[in-house]
């Protein structure tokens, strides 16, 4: 009985899937009423399989359903993740049965690897996308463009090391108390450390960084080691995390013609400081090309009075990416991980 439930756990969790990928695609966005459909259902089944078949389960699962909550408010309001996404996020996580977690490093708190997967098929994805439109000429990758963007990899990766020294040695000092992260948190912390510092130009500012490189040689005197993490292999991720982000940096942006901006859209930070002297009321603010800076109807009838009295026909926009397909994706591939592990 518990095989059969679990077998209908999952492929309810792939019709999801499915229907949240499909509606992504074709209309960009995942519908609240499938998702508080399927939420209801999920929750009438787990409190049957925790209650009935699975009791010894049940902390893993609240432990894992509660991580990927904390993980969905924080891409929620920092503006990474849309709020279908994060909400697709947790349904999941209902569906997903606790006897198929992944260990790792003797851990079951494993289903928040499925975030990851899903960036990283997000890279592969625009990485894709700026491969093919570079070889078709669609976008021009110039020599000035190069130079600019290695001073630029050099000073973002310098900057990088000096946050994660913090982050290394502050995970040095909670192994003097005797608390050991496992070595793929201390990883996860480091990407998301360079994510965060690219993100909010807070960190890159030079007094900010020169109280971290102090708090780095403080902690380096305390613990007698070196500000550098021993494991290469953290600041092999962040340099192939920064590649990416030149790589795609050309391919993350479209030209729409102003008849056909949608609310929802997102205009480039360009785009929106042309209007910034206009008199034409509603117009928007700069755009900081995050879901903070979506489109709205009213926005959208100023800018078309804006663009009229201006003559110009079209403007520069964020590309829609389709999360919550690769969401979907980052589930299906830690449910086949799972299998093959099991396999093995």
């Known amino acids: ?8 756990m999952i492929i309810l969790m792939l019709i999801l899937c499915v229907q949240a990928g499909k509606t992504d695609i074709r209309d960009g966005k995942v519908y609240n009423k499938t998702l508080l459909f399927f939420g209801f259902i999920g929750i009438a089944l787990d409190v049957l399989y925790y209650s009935a078949f699975n009791k010894t389960m049940f902390v893993p699962f609240m432990i894992n359903l509660a991580v990927m909550i904390v993980a969905s408010l924080v891409l929620f309001y920092s503006h990474s993740f849309a709020g279908g996404d ?23 708190i494993t289903v928040v690897f499925t975030v990851g997967i899903a960036l990283f098929f997000g890279y592969i994805y625009l990485l894709a996308t700026s491969i093919y439109e570079l070889i078709i000429k669609k976008n021009n990758m110039s020599v000035s463009y190069v130079k600019g963007y290695f001073m630029a990899f050099f000073k973002s990766f310098g900057t990088a090391i000096v946050y994660i020294s913090v982050v290394t040695l502050s995970v040095s000092v909670l192994a003097f108390w005797g608390i050991t992260l496992p070595i793929w948190l201390v990883r996860i912390l480091c990407i998301l ?7 909010y130009p807070f960190f890159k500012k030079k007094i900010v960084i020169g109280m971290m490189v102090g708090l780095d040689l403080i902690l380096s005197i305390l613990l007698k080691t070196i500000p550098f993490s021993i494991h290469p292999e953290n600041y092999v991720l962040v340099i192939v995390l920064l590649v990416c982000q030149m790589t795609i940096k050309t391919s993350l942006y479209q030209e729409v013609k102003i008849s056909d901006l949608k609310k929802g859209m997102i205009l480039t930070m360009g785009s929106s400081l042309l209007m910034q002297n206009s008199r034409v009321r509603g117009l928007p ?3 900081s090309e995050d879901l903070r800076d979506r489109l709205t109807e009213d926005e959208i009838v100023s800018i078309n009075r804006w663009a009229k009295s201006r003559k110009i026909e079209s403007l520069s926009i964020v590309k829609k990416i ?10 299906i591939c830690y449910l086949i991980f799972w299998r093959i592990l099991k396999w093995c």
């Open 322 to 331: 389709p999360f919550a397909t690769f969401i979907a994706c980052g589930y």
């Open 285 to 287: 603010k700069i755009s």
């Open 1 to 8: 009985m518990m095989k059969m439930l679990e077998g209908i």
């Open 86 to 108: 994060c909400k697709l996020l947790m349904v999941l996580t209902l569906f997903y049965p606790a006897n198929y977690y992944i260990s790792y490093s003797g851990s079951l």
């Open 193 to 199: 450390t360079s994510l965060i510092i690219g993100k």
